[in-house]
DNA sequence: TTGCGTGCAAAGGTTTTGCATGGCA
DNA sequence: TGCCATGCAAAACCTTTGCACGCAA
């Protein structure tokens, strides 16, 4: 855990304007560092992830993982879902892999019931749900 | 995703006793490579990872990602849990490792949902919910 | 005998760290 | 000027893979 920055940089504007440019994308630290490779402002490896971690303290972005082998995403987090405490769902499907991003207030309920009749406060950056893909599910057959 | 094993051999058969003395208990690959080279039965790190995932598959252990930068946990699945498959769903506590077994028929409503709208066919043997549970949130305070 | 399972070593990919340099206040 | 932030390269880390050998059926 790093502490909170003390100096503003150009290095943390830009990033910061980048992922506000991206609501409800997902994109991992090396897409991060490729983009700005392309566009001619190149960002080091290290502040890349030291930047994301920081925002991620901040609740500037939100941090997902979804699987162990996979590398880790980050979403931005827009100023109105800060304050709603909300957040999106994953779903994984189990046969190709495909991550599904699910932003359905319905599933609230679901947060809702677990922690009102089962004491159990529900995290939605940690949780996935394993199944499978409609495309996969049609392919079976 | 490898195929199911098709011959009995040894190492399958100690590690699958190992877990199945040690229920309710996490442990990572490198803690099984550790046990088993300290028991004079040293078992290949690549073999311990092979039969993991492979038991993983077969639902008698369970995988947990409690952290991107912490190894992968494992767990036994006692026979019961994998016996009531559908209507059995999993709680667990980020702080304290605690696994939480809901039977829930409410919860059903989930598996619907995610169907029905989203054409997603939840697996509800591989999700397990992410959190913090009752006791842990009040220590907190 | 057949071919799957194992073990070793090496590779792979993500993230962190050490250290010198550069830049903010 | 005093520190913090950056960038490079290398390390650290967990996990997977290639390949030859051993073993189950």
Chains 1, 2 share one sequence.
Request: aromatic share 10%; with cysteine.
């Amino acid at each position: 855990m790093n502490a909170r920055p003390k100096y503003k940089t150009k290095q943390k504007e830009i990033l910061t304007e980048y992922f506000e440019s991206l609501p409800g994308v997902h994109i991992t630290a090396n897409d991060v560092c490729e983009y700005f490779k392309k566009t001619g402002t190149p960002i080091g490896q290290a502040t890349i992830y030291r930047r994301l971690e920081n925002l991620v303290e901040e609740g500037i972005i939100r941090k997902y993982i979804i699987d162990s082998n996979s590398p880790a995403c980050f979403e931005y987090v827009g100023k109105e879902i800060r304050v709603e405490n909300g957040s999106c769902f994953h779903c994984k499907c189990e046969k190709c892999g495909k991550l599904i991003h699910l932003r359905c207030d319905e599933l609230m309920f679901l947060k809702d019931h677990l922690e009102a009749e089962h004491d159990f406060r529900l995290d939605p950056l940690r949780t996935v749900f394993y199944g499978i893909c409609d495309e996969c599910r049609n392919a079976e057959n």
